[in-house]
């Protein structure tokens, strides 16, 4: 029996009833959150569910940290069982996920950094969310984080220094989105194709007109044990505050490129008397502390996205002049729930989204050359793109007349 096949029994597509019998729209459990798929022609829906059944199965067996038998975790393991360290040959896939971390690393200043799975493990975060329960203790001192520039990749051959765990968080599910929109819409030509993996969105072949549209919202999921609303980690300790309640939703049209959207009013779990997230500031070892607590940012491609949303969470205060510098639409939430939009992001509801066409970061396995040296997230608002900034994203649907399978919302 194949992954794609496993897992499809096990979490079993739903169907979701939109209204639209021009639109087929399903969703399931996958990657430790949800994935919902939209597809039109409708009666084309069970062969685009297939082709994301088996890029999701793909990508779980590849850069999966809570899955013993994954590829990311026997490379982090090394030869011989040992923790970390030396080097091994790995799948093509394996080296295009690494490398989109290490040039979303690059293209943040090092914010976004993959060398925190270990930081993540220390905190409490250490297997599947879902797996998460009770308090535990607080580490007595951060951990260590080795930094991406010791991860050295030169085409499909990997080195990590030892101690380090490579968690791909902040840019694998957006890659997956990407690759699951793009294969899908090349297996069912003449039609459309939106893929959300936890609300971080692809779209590719023909939108509707005007654009699939997408409810962009807070929609905190706390721990098992946790039912008070989410509150704020301190950062110097502390008694937490709690979070005003979330913002408004707010419907936008995407007719090309991504959307994602990182917060951390999700994914929370305590430690010490203390609520935690999962974004972690490489330069502490801790969960980032900054004025942001949601933002969602539109990009040529949905890894592009993931990456610029999570490190403008770490990134505080410099963060809107920084998405402003990469023109990207972006809408941030502060702490007190108020609302700024960034680059063009609509001010009101059922606005178009128009993300950059061409990519930031380079896509595909590769070498990804470091830089020395963790930058200053000052200094990263002026940093020009990086080589590879005038990639077209493969799939993204060029300008023109589009015909509408209807005008439903589908989140």
Same mark, same amino acid.
């Given at each position: 029996?194949?992954?794609?096949?496993?897992?499809?029994?096990?979490?079993?597509?739903?169907?979701?009833?939109?209204?639209?019998?021009?639109?087929?729209?399903?969703?399931?459990?996958?990657?430790?959150?949800?994935?919902?798929?939209?597809?039109?022609?409708?009666?084309?829906?069970?062969?685009?569910?297939?082709?994301?059944?088996?890029?999701?199965?793909?990508?779980?067996?590849?850069?999966?940290?809570?899955?013993?038998?994954?590829?990311?975790?026997?490379?982090?393991?090394?030869?011989?069982?040992?923790?970390?360290?030396?080097?091994?040959?790995?799948?093509?896939?394996?080296?295009?996920?690494?490398?989109?971390?290490?040039?979303?690393?690059?293209?943040?200043?090092?914010?976004?950094?993959?060398?925190? @799975? +270990?930081? /993540?493990? *220390? &905190? $409490?975060? #250490?297997?599947?969310? !879902?797996?998460?329960?009770?308090? %535990?203790?607080? =580490?007595?001192?951060?951990?260590?984080?080795?930094?991406?520039?010791?991860?050295?990749?030169?085409?499909?051959?990997?080195?990590?220094?030892?101690?380090?765990?490579?968690?791909?968080?902040?840019?694998?599910?957006?890659?997956?989105?990407?690759?699951?929109?793009?294969?899908?819409?090349?297996?069912?030509?003449? @039609? +459309?194709? /939106?893929? *959300? &993996? $936890?609300? #971080?969105?692809?779209? !590719?072949?023909?939108?509707?007109? %005007?654009?699939? =549209?997408?409810?962009?919202?807070?929609?905190?999921?706390?721990?098992?044990?946790?039912?008070?609303?989410?509150?704020?980690?301190?950062?110097?300790?502390?008694?937490?505050?709690?979070?005003?309640?979330?913002?408004?939703?707010?419907?936008?049209?995407?007719?090309?490129?991504?959307?994602?959207?990182?917060?951390?009013?999700?994914?929370?779990?305590?430690? $010490?008397?203390?609520?935690?997230?999962?974004?972690?500031?490489?330069?502490?070892?801790? =969960?980032?502390?900054?004025?942001?607590?949601?933002?969602?940012?539109?990009?040529?491609?949905?890894?592009?996205?993931?990456?610029?949303?999570?490190?403008?969470?770490?990134?505080?205060?410099?963060?809107?002049?920084?998405?402003?510098?990469?023109?990207?639409?972006?809408?941030?939430?502060?702490?007190?729930?108020?609302?700024?939009?960034?680059?063009?992001?609509?001010?009101?509801?059922?606005?178009?989204?128009?993300?950059?066409?061409?990519?930031?970061?380079?896509?595909?396995?590769?070498?990804?050359?470091?830089?020395?040296?963790?930058?200053?997230?000052?200094?990263?608002?002026?940093?020009?793109?990086?080589?590879?900034?005038?990639?077209?994203?493969?799939?993204?649907?060029?300008?023109?007349?589009?015909?509408?399978?209807?005008?439903?919302?589908?989140?």
């Amino acid at each position: 029996m194949t992954a794609a096949r496993y897992l499809t029994m096990q979490n079993a597509w739903r169907p979701i009833d939109t209204g639209a019998r021009t639109v087929g729209v399903a969703e399931r459990a996958a990657l430790g959150t949800s994935a919902r798929v939209a597809a039109w022609p409708a009666h084309r829906l069970a062969r685009v569910l297939a082709v994301v059944d088996a890029e999701l199965a793909l990508l779980d067996q590849q850069a999966s940290r809570f899955r013993p038998d994954s590829e990311i975790a026997a490379a982090c393991r090394g030869a011989g069982g040992a923790q970390g360290g030396g080097s091994r040959i790995v799948s093509e896939g394996l080296a295009e996920a690494i490398a989109v971390a290490l040039a979303a690393a690059r293209w943040t200043g090092g914010l976004v950094d993959p060398t925190v @799975g +270990g930081a /993540l493990c *220390s &905190l $409490g975060y #250490d297997r599947d969310f !879902a797996a998460i329960r009770g308090d %535990g203790a607080m =580490p007595r001192a951060p951990s260590h984080v080795p930094g991406w520039q010791s991860v050295r990749l030169d085409g499909r051959r990997l080195r990590l220094a030892a101690g380090t765990w490579l968690d791909l968080g902040a840019t694998a599910k957006g890659l997956g989105a990407d690759r699951a929109a793009r294969e899908a819409a090349a297996a069912v030509p003449a @039609g +459309g194709v /939106l893929v *959300s &993996l $936890g609300g #971080d969105i692809a779209v !590719a072949g023909e939108a509707p007109v %005007g654009g699939w =549209p997408v409810l962009v919202a807070e929609r905190p999921v706390l721990a098992a044990d946790e039912p008070e609303p989410a509150r704020q980690p301190p950062a110097g300790g502390g008694r937490p505050a709690r979070f005003p309640p979330r913002s408004p939703g707010q419907v936008v049209r995407l007719a090309a490129g991504a959307l994602a959207t990182s917060s951390i009013m999700c994914r929370q779990w305590r430690r $010490g008397g203390r609520m935690l997230h999962h974004i972690v500031d490489p330069r502490t070892g801790l =969960p980032a502390a900054g004025p942001w607590r949601t933002v969602s940012v539109a990009a040529a491609n949905c890894a592009e996205a993931n990456a610029a949303s999570t490190a403008a969470i770490i990134m505080g205060d410099q963060a809107r002049a920084w998405l402003a510098a990469q023109g990207v639409p972006a809408r941030l939430v502060a702490r007190d729930g108020s609302v700024r939009l960034v680059g063009g992001w609509p001010a009101i509801d059922e606005g178009v989204l128009e993300p950059p066409e061409m990519c930031r970061m380079p896509a595909g396995p590769g070498p990804v050359a470091g830089l020395s040296g963790r930058a200053d997230p000052a200094a990263v608002v002026d940093r020009p793109s990086p080589p590879g900034a005038t990639r077209r994203l493969a799939g993204r649907t060029p300008p023109g007349p589009r015909r509408s399978p209807g005008g439903r919302r589908w989140r």
